[in-house]
């Protein structure tokens, strides 16, 4: 079974940097497609970015470009989230999620769709606020 663990989620001042961590567990990590959502109250979940099995393609939804950096470690079965320049709207719960297609670098409107996605994380809270 899938496990997904996320980490680094806190309560920062407007401007702040954050990383987020989400350690992954039983099955290929480096075969699968790998992507960061969030939730704020009362919203739907969305895609925030994605990087796929090797690490040389990555996807940002618009509001987070240049200021949000995904990243993965295949040797850790680790991927990360760098947020820079934190702004209150990105406050939200934020998760981890695993593709369910292996070795497939597929495009930016599919992996925005949590369909695509088989196995989540609990998320972890993000605050930006003054």
């Known amino acids: 079974q899938v496990q997904l663990v996320e980490s680094g989620g806190s309560l920062v001042q407007p401007g702040d940097s954050l990383r987020l961590s989400c350690a992954a567990s039983?099955?290929?990590?480096?075969?699968?497609?790998m992507g960061w959502f969030r939730q704020a109250p009362g919203e739907e979940r969305e895609f925030v970015a994605a990087?796929?099995?090797?690490?040389?393609?990555?996807y940002y939804t618009d509001s987070v470009k240049d200021r949000f950096t995904i990243s993965r470690d295949n040797a850790k079965n680790m991927v990360y989230l760098q947020m820079n320049s934190l702004k209150p709207e990105d406050t939200a719960v934020y998760y981890c999620?695993?593709?369910?297609?292996?070795?497939?670098?597929?495009?930016?409107?599919?992996?925005?769709?949590?369909?695509?996605?088989?196995?989540w994380g609990q998320g972890t809270q993000v605050t930006v606020s003054s």
């Open positions: 999620a695993q593709g369910g297609r292996t070795y497939f670098s597929g495009t930016m409107y599919y992996w925005s769709q949590r369909v695509n996605y088989n196995f």
């Open positions: 039983g099955r290929t990590f480096s075969a699968y497609t």
């Open positions: 990087i796929n099995w090797q690490g040389g393609v990555t």
